[in-house]
C-alpha cells in the first residue's frame, strides 16, 4: 500500500541503520527475462507484507515466482501468503507483524544459505504452473 510506506520512509530507515547500500530499487520490471535475471540473482526474497485486516494480501504469487527460480521467501504468515510459501521447505513463514522474529530469520537464511533447496521450491512451484492447475481443475469438474 503505496500509502502505508514510501520508497523514501524506506531509505531514511536504511540510513539509520546504515544498510542504504544494500537496497536496490529496480522499479517496475516488465521485462520477463529481466525480472527472471533479478530473481535468479536474489538469495532470498523477503516479503514482509504487512497485516492490513481491510486490505489482505492475496495469493502472494511473487513468492510463487521467486520459488520458480530457486529462491526462497520468507514473509509474514497473513493472507494468502500461507499457501504461497510451505514453511521449511520453500521458505519460511512468521508471525505477522513480528518484525524481530523476521529479522533473525532472514539473517539466519542468509548466513546458512543452503538451508532452503532450491530444488525444494522449483518442486513447489511447479504445483502452481498453469498447466497443471488446467488439470487439477478438469480433474475437479469431471467428479461433479
Not at 540510513?15 to 535468479?40: E, M, R, T
Not at 538451508?115 to 461433479?144: D, G, V
Request: hydrophobic share 45%; net charge neutral.
Amino acid at each position: 500500500n503505496k500509502n502505508l510506506q514510501s520508497k523514501e520512509s524506506i531509505l531514511i530507515t536504511a540510513k539509520k541503520y546504515n544498510i542504504q547500500n544494500h537496497i536496490l530499487f529496480v522499479g517496475n520490471i516488465s521485462d520477463d527475462k529481466l525480472l527472471s535475471a533479478w530473481y535468479y540473482l536474489a538469495d532470498i526474497h523477503v516479503f514482509p507484507v504487512k497485516y492490513i485486516p481491510e486490505d489482505p494480501e492475496g495469493f502472494g504469487m511473487v513468492a510463487i515466482e521467486a520459488a520458480t527460480h530457486g529462491t526462497p521467501t520468507i514473509a509474514f504468515a497473513t493472507g494468502g501468503i500461507i499457501d504461497a510459501v510451505q514453511d521449511g521447505k520453500t521458505g519460511f513463514l512468521i508471525e505477522k507483524q513480528n518484525y524481530i522474529s523476521l529479522t533473525k530469520v532472514v539473517i539466519h537464511v542468509l548466513e546458512n544459505y543452503f538451508l532452503i533447496e532450491k530444488k525444494s521450491c522449483i518442486e513447489f512451484a511447479e504445483r502452481f504452473a498453469w498447466y497443471n492447475l488446467r488439470l487439477q481443475l478438469k480433474a475437479a469438474i469431471e467428479k461433479l
